[in-house]
């Protein structure tokens, strides 16, 4: 059976929940678009990603097949099976309002993935303050060694896909990512499907 795929409109974000073993299959259809992901325990909204623990139990930037997404709490909460671009960020939060009048000098409302990931979990009960990191879908941010980080285009073309297993029941925040230099410019959609447990 081909799961039902959904589309996450350009700069708009959504959530869903996923059982322990459910496959959730994230998809860029044109290209060069990040997908912001964040993820909790579904018995513990305070029990969600930490990109510091995903690091130091990693040991790497550079997470792709294989690689867990750990909880702050030492949780298992999703691993990479399948990842045809393997370049993704887990260093840097999701863009917000704040973000762009720090480094960008935006004046008024500018979309951004924490709004669309507070908006898009508040109906399964997670509060903005739980939300911290997300691992930075098909983003690529360049690490000097001598320190300085850039963000840099994403590698990803279209079709290009990263799949993520439930390791426990989640509540899982995706945004289609509101960040003109995130996304070399120009705003496009993420697909999604979710493929059941087996
Ligand atoms: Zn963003």
Not at 72 to 81: A, D, E, F, G, K
Not at 116 to 134: C, K, Q, S, Y
Not at 149 to 173: D, F, Q
């Amino acid at each position: 059976m081909t799961p039902m795929r959904r589309r996450i409109p350009p700069q708009s974000g959504t959530g869903l929940k996923l059982a322990a073993g459910d496959l959730l299959v994230i998809i860029d259809p044109d290209g060069e678009q990040v997908a912001d992901l964040t993820c909790f325990s579904d018995d513990d909204h305070t029990d969600g990603l930490s990109s510091g623990r995903t690091i130091d139990y990693n040991e790497t930037l550079r997470l792709t097949t294989g690689n867990v997404l750990w909880s702050r709490r030492s949780r298992r909460l999703m691993t990479i099976v399948d990842d045809t671009c393997g370049v993704h960020d887990i260093l840097l939060t999701p863009c917000s309002l704040e973000m762009f009048a720090i480094l960008h000098g935006q004046q008024g409302h500018h979309p951004s993935c924490l709004e669309n990931l507070v908006v898009g979990l508040r109906p399964f009960g997670v509060e903005e303050r739980d939300i911290a990191a997300t691992l930075n879908v098909f983003m690529n941010v360049a690490v000097d060694p001598a320190g300085p980080i850039a963000v840099l285009p994403p590698l990803s073309t279209p079709g290009t896909r990263t799949v993520l297993r439930a390791e426990i029941a989640l509540v899982v925040g995706v945004t289609a990512c509101s960040a003109e230099q995130s996304n070399n410019g120009s705003f496009k959609p993420i697909d999604l499907e979710v493929i059941p447990a087996q």
